[in-house]
């Protein structure tokens, strides 16, 4: 047990930050950080559901370590939850590097997003989103050899207390007495997120171009100034106006300039469309329709609940 004195205030802590079990023990009571609980528990790693069987083996082995350093925080279901992470894993049809389009353009815009080549994260003070190749993680870690290549983890961290007790889980035997109730709150939290796609909010713009706003607002606004214009008044009536106002050379610049446009326009429509639309409804089935069946024995179908994370 590490001591560490501010003041007048004395704090204790038990390992560290980032490890599986940290303890730290101040004046405002004692706070108890499970990092990862299917490892915690010796699972070689957290592709493992989390079922109701281990969190009864947590509270009885949390309870017996806190006993043997001698930490007396009463019955382990009175613990009050600060933090929760859930998450499911899925596996997809293509690599995750394919998806990151389709990241790109949905959920609230108001949302932090931080990319990475394997992971694209969502965020705001009060919750997060993760999305990440799980497969690629733990194949770094040498803690996954063989198996499906392509297996994506979306991971909710609600990071208040708050937003915690929001959801009806406010201690741990509350988190045991609701399980059940995980699955809603996933898929709530996940609809908000890929259930607001700029392809049903954009109000008729095709998908590859909602995809090119993201990225450059400008040149999509003009392909969408020259598909307008050839669309209603045609490319011909387009040079005639032209041209009673600008030189031969300006207007030929300007319609040659426009066909590039168009056909770009007419590129993204036609390429993009099908594949965006594919792609996002795979991430809406799989991450939508949760079943709490097969959580004990399946570790990449079944719904890898509840949390990789306690606090």
């Known amino acids: 047990m590490k001591v560490t004195s501010a003041g007048e205030r004395t704090s204790y802590s038990y390992g560290h930050k980032g490890a599986l079990l940290y303890i730290k023990i101040d004046h405002k009571g004692a706070f108890v950080e499970i990092k990862n609980l299917p490892e915690y528990l010796g699972s070689p790693n957290n592709l493992i559901p989390a079922s109701l069987s281990y969190l009864l083996r947590f509270e009885c082995q949390l309870a017996k370590q806190l006993q043997d350093i001698g930490l007396d925080v009463g019955p382990i279901r009175e613990l009050a939850i600060s933090r929760i992470d859930i998450n499911l894993n899925i596996l997809t049809d293509h690599p995750f590097r394919d998806y990151i389009p389709i990241l790109e353009s949905v959920g609230p815009t108001r949302m932090t997003r931080d990319r990475f080549a394997t992971s694209y994260t969502l965020k705001n003070t009060l919750r997060a989103v993760c999305f990440y190749d799980k ?162 024995h399946d570790p990449v179908h079944g719904v890898a609940l509840p949390e990789s994370s306690v606090r």
Do not use: C
């Open 135 to 296: 497969g690629e993680h733990l194949r770094k870690r040498k803690r996954y050899e063989t198996g499906p290549e392509n297996i994506m983890r979306g991971e909710i961290k609600l990071w208040r207390k708050r937003e915690v007790e929001k959801n009806g889980l406010s201690t741990f035997g509350s988190l045991i007495e609701n399980r059940d109730t995980l699955a809603e709150i996933y898929s709530a939290h996940m609809k908000t997120i890929l259930g607001e796609s700029l392809a049903e909010t954009g109000g008729g713009l095709s998908s590859g171009l909602l995809l090119l706003v993201r990225v450059d607002r400008t040149r999509a606004q003009k392909m969408s100034f020259a598909a307008d214009m050839y669309r209603t008044i045609g490319r011909e009536a387009l040079r005639e106006e032209l041209a009673k106002k600008h030189s031969p050379d300006y207007v030929g610049k300007m319609i040659r300039e426009n066909d590039l446009l168009y056909r770009e326009r007419l590129a993204l429509e036609s390429s993009s469309e099908s594949t965006y639309r594919a792609l996002l409804e795979e991430l809406q089935q799989k991450f939508f329709m949760l079943s709490l069946s097969g959580t004990e």
